[in-house]
């Protein structure tokens, strides 16, 4: 290929958006940056689908609705607690993982005070009792593996802490459009000297209030005034002493204790890493774990010390041992009672987090997260274990090679623009799209690394593109004004138009996610070759003259096409009630789709909604319809004794709908000259017409990505549905999974 020597307009062109995004890119703007966190999402959720290897050493201790019930009411348990339980719950939690040989257990749950009013625990003998909280502790000791919750704002009492093997952060950094991608590796938490304590309490002061300055603290009372504390060059502050009160003796204000992340402190007992001697280096983005025998973790994080999830994973993954908390109650009270036979060993050598997957309660514990908006969110801290087990973290480019992928995209574009034809160009420049997007994809599902897609592809690739598309066709129109100019003198003007190789029109489609609906009234067309062969067989009988034949014919079409406009209009106002578009009716058979021209997120639900509304509408008008044939069979013997042809009685007609949701091209299908017609075509326009061909009579059928439409948004609807048998289907390749939607 001649390469096109690349004029001055066009490179400054490509230079100003390179440099336009460049710019957008640097100064982080929220909206790109959003828009990029919905493709990482997406990459997560499609990397559910590959397998990948996991640690097989992690499990989940669940307090469910069931633990709740179970607690509350089971005779079995030989006590009864609501919603609040006393601590020794979890003391007797912590007795079972122990006798099973369960190497480290952590727990999701915050234990900010301790609890003298919690009932106390009755001790073997029958006779002892103890109270709840230092039962609790006692089994944290006995345990010696048991790790507390702790945040920024929350830290255990001194009685759990000390009896403690240790402690976690659970704190949860979600973005700013509110789903939790991140972690934070650890935090720092800070403890105030006692005298401090008190000092804040006595003037009702919270701590996070204090201002921590070079020479002194400051309290801020309620009154507007201050309390200082004065602090020496070494930031110290004189407290009393106990030997001398003439001399007052010198203590730190407080002391800063780094926390680590729950799930990392879960691995670094798995693999013996040291983590009060970790390498910390936030400005090259890594936290360097080491272990026994040389060995160590790096953990990529950002300058804040955070890093992103892998949500590997989930509740259900076969890897993740699981198990209600009330089974290890009943285990641990069948073991106090010596009734050992037949007690499992579940959770022997295994890492355990104990937490909340209840819902509709003060225990909930769920949120957004790439995976789904409703998440288990203890699920972060064995997700977090798994990466720092297997040495495998998310990465996601730096800055700089941000810029140097939108650079060597947008050169690249630019070349391919310039020197290829337009139609070619575009072609060339959607393949580009296509392979750097499945490169994104590959390279994230196979090594977990995050290149950038918004600002490469929306910005270097296809704003260049645009851009230098639209100087040329500029460029190309005042061409093709030259070029008619020179030559509409010398030739004809046929010859002009070919040169010119203007386009009588053109006409662009847009893709867009749409749910597609088709209704077809079963049993007309029977209906319609009946009707017409009674009418024969009067003409034929009463020998009628070719007038008056005619005359019953054209009467019998009215009829037939008030039938059908009677129940197409059915179908067509429930479409119109529930925000459909209309396509088309193809003889009795109604096309409609959602989502286009106007946005409907919950496309798929109205179409379903307007589906059942159909079906009633069509059993409402059978109903009215069968009433009639009294009143006319009545009329039919006086048209007799006329000599009339008698009208055919109502029969039932039924409505067979297909429903399927996906991305179609949708616009205007035509030209100026003819017909236009906003219309929407693709292979997920012809699946839903399947769906109705299979649909049978009086049932609706939807399609597998339908149903999961109506999962997100409006789960009521379906858990009315039924899943049947997949089918099989003209023009698709692989079985359909179906379901049937309850109308009636």
Same mark, same amino acid.
């Given at each position: 290929m001649k390469l096109q020597r690349l004029k001055r307009t066009p490179f400054l062109i490509a230079a100003a958006v390179l440099a336009l995004v460049c710019g957008l890119r640097a100064l982080h703007?929220?909206?790109?940056?959003?828009?990029?966190?919905?493709?990482?999402?997406?990459?997560?959720?499609?990397?559910?689908?590959?397998?990948?290897?996991?640690?097989?050493?992690?499990?989940?201790?669940?307090?469910?609705?069931?633990?709740?019930?179970?607690?509350?009411?089971?005779?079995?348990?030989?006590?009864?607690?609501?919603?609040?339980?006393?601590?020794?719950?979890?003391?007797?939690?912590?007795?079972?993982?122990?006798?099973?040989?369960?190497?480290?257990?952590?727990?999701?749950?915050?234990?900010?005070?301790?609890?003298?009013?919690?009932?106390?625990?009755?001790?073997?003998?029958?006779?002892?009792?103890?109270?709840?909280?230092?039962?609790?502790?006692?089994?944290?000791?006995?345990?010696?593996?048991?790790?507390?919750?702790?945040?920024?704002?929350?830290?255990?009492?001194?009685?759990?802490?000390?009896?403690?093997?240790?402690?976690?952060?659970?704190?949860?950094?979600?973005?700013?459009?509110?789903?939790?991608?991140?972690?934070?590796?650890?935090?720092?938490?800070?403890?105030?000297?006692?005298?401090?304590?008190?000092?804040?309490?006595?003037?009702?002061?919270?701590?996070?209030?204090?201002?921590?300055?070079?020479?002194? %603290?400051? *309290?801020?009372? =309620?009154? /507007?005034?201050?309390?200082? @504390? $004065?602090? !020496?060059?070494? #930031?110290?502050?004189?407290?009393?002493?106990?030997?001398?009160?003439?001399?007052?003796?010198?203590?730190?204000?407080?002391?800063?204790?780094?926390?680590?992340?729950?799930?990392?402190?879960?691995?670094?007992?798995?693999?013996?890493?040291?983590?009060?001697?970790?390498?910390?280096?936030?400005?090259?983005?890594? %936290?360097? *774990?080491?272990? =026994?025998? /040389?060995?160590?973790?790096? @953990? $990529?994080? !950002?300058?804040? #010390?955070?890093?992103?999830?892998?949500?590997?994973?989930?509740?259900?993954?076969?890897?993740?041992?699981?198990?209600?908390?009330?089974?290890?109650?009943?285990?641990?009270k069948h073991r106090l009672l010596g009734e050992t036979n037949g007690l499992a060993d579940t959770f022997k050598g295994k890492l355990v987090v104990v937490g909340s997957a209840a819902q509709g309660n003060d225990l909930t514990d769920r949120g957004a997260t790439p995976l789904e908006n409703d998440t288990l969110l203890v699920s972060k801290h064995w997700n977090v274990a798994n990466s720092v087990i297997t040495g495998q973290f998310i990465r996601r480019t730096t800055p700089g090679e941000d810029l140097a992928i939108i650079i060597f995209l947008g050169l690249f574009t630019a070349l391919l623009t310039w020197q290829l034809r337009a139609f070619a160009a575009s072609g060339g420049t959607i393949l580009l799209v296509a392979g750097y997007t499945a490169l994104a994809f590959f390279s994230f599902i196979e090594f977990r690394l995050w290149l950038p897609l918004m600002f490469p592809v929306l910005g270097a690739i296809l704003i260049e593109h645009v851009s230098l598309v639209t100087y040329r066709v500029v460029f190309e129109e005042r061409e093709q004004r030259r070029v008619k100019s020179v030559f509409s003198k010398i030739v004809s003007p046929e010859i002009v138009h070919e040169l010119l190789g203007a386009e009588k029109i053109s006409l662009g489609g847009a893709r867009r996610e749409v749910t597609v609906l088709f209704a077809d009234v079963r049993g007309f067309t029977t209906f319609t070759d009946q009707l017409q062969e009674e009418i024969a067989e009067y003409v034929r009988t009463h020998d009628v003259d070719l007038l008056d034949a005619e005359k019953f014919y054209e009467e019998s079409a009215r009829e037939t096409l008030e039938t059908v406009n009677l129940y197409l209009a059915a179908v067509a106002d429930a479409v119109k009630h529930h925000g459909g578009t209309l396509d088309k009716y193809i003889g009795d058979c109604v096309m409609a789709f959602w989502n286009a021209p106007v946005a409907n997120e919950k496309h798929a639900p109205a179409a379903v909604a307007a589906a059942i509304e159909a079906q009633r509408a069509i059993h409402e008008l059978n109903v009215k319809r069968l009433a009639e044939n009294t009143a006319r069979e009545l009329d039919n013997r006086a048209r007799i004794a006329a000599g009339l042809p008698p009208k055919p009685l109502h029969i039932a007609l039924q409505l067979g709908t297909g429903i399927n949701t996906g991305t179609v091209i949708v616009g205007l299908m035509g030209s100026n000259q003819h017909i236009l017609n906003y219309t929407v075509f693709g292979r997920e326009v012809n699946l839903a017409s399947r769906l109705e061909g299979v649909s049978g009579s009086g049932r609706i059928i939807i399609s597998d990505t339908t149903y999961n439409h109506l999962l997100r948004h409006a789960p009521a609807v379906a858990a009315t549905c039924t899943e049947l048998f997949p089918v099989t289907v003209k023009g698709i390749k692989n079985a359909v999974r179906i379901y049937e939607v309850a109308w009636k």
């Open positions: 703007f929220d909206f790109p940056e959003r828009l990029e966190r919905m493709t990482y999402d997406f990459r997560v959720r499609t990397a559910q689908h590959f397998p990948t290897a996991t640690a097989t050493n992690l499990a989940f201790v669940s307090i469910e609705e069931s633990s709740i019930a179970a607690v509350k009411n089971s005779d079995e348990l030989g006590f009864h607690f609501g919603l609040y339980w006393p601590r020794q719950i979890y003391g007797r939690v912590v007795e079972e993982l122990s006798a099973q040989g369960a190497k480290t257990v952590a727990f999701d749950i915050l234990f900010d005070s301790l609890r003298h009013d919690h009932p106390a625990v009755v001790m073997a003998n029958g006779r002892d009792l103890m109270e709840s909280d230092e039962f609790f502790a006692q089994q944290m000791r006995l345990a010696s593996n048991v790790l507390i919750a702790v945040t920024q704002e929350i830290s255990p009492p001194k009685l759990f802490a000390t009896n403690a093997l240790g402690h976690g952060d659970i704190s949860a950094s979600k973005d700013s459009d509110g789903i939790l991608r991140r972690a934070r590796a650890f935090c720092t938490v800070r403890h105030w000297h006692p005298l401090i304590e008190n000092a804040a309490a006595k003037n009702q002061v919270k701590l996070d209030a204090l201002l921590v300055e070079k020479t002194r %603290i400051v *309290l801020p009372l =309620a009154n /507007g005034e201050t309390l200082e @504390i $004065p602090l !020496d060059e070494h #930031g110290e502050m004189a407290v009393k002493s106990k030997k001398n009160s003439a001399t007052p003796a010198r203590a730190a204000p407080f002391t800063d204790e780094r926390v680590w992340h729950m799930g990392i402190v879960l691995a670094a007992q798995a693999l013996s890493l040291d983590l009060d001697h970790a390498k910390i280096d936030l400005s090259h983005g890594k %936290i360097t *774990l080491l272990g =026994a025998g /040389g060995s160590q973790r790096v @953990i $990529p994080v !950002d300058g804040e #010390g955070c890093f992103y999830i892998d949500w590997r994973l989930t509740q259900d993954d076969p890897q993740l041992t699981c198990a209600p908390i009330e089974k290890l109650l009943f285990q641990d």
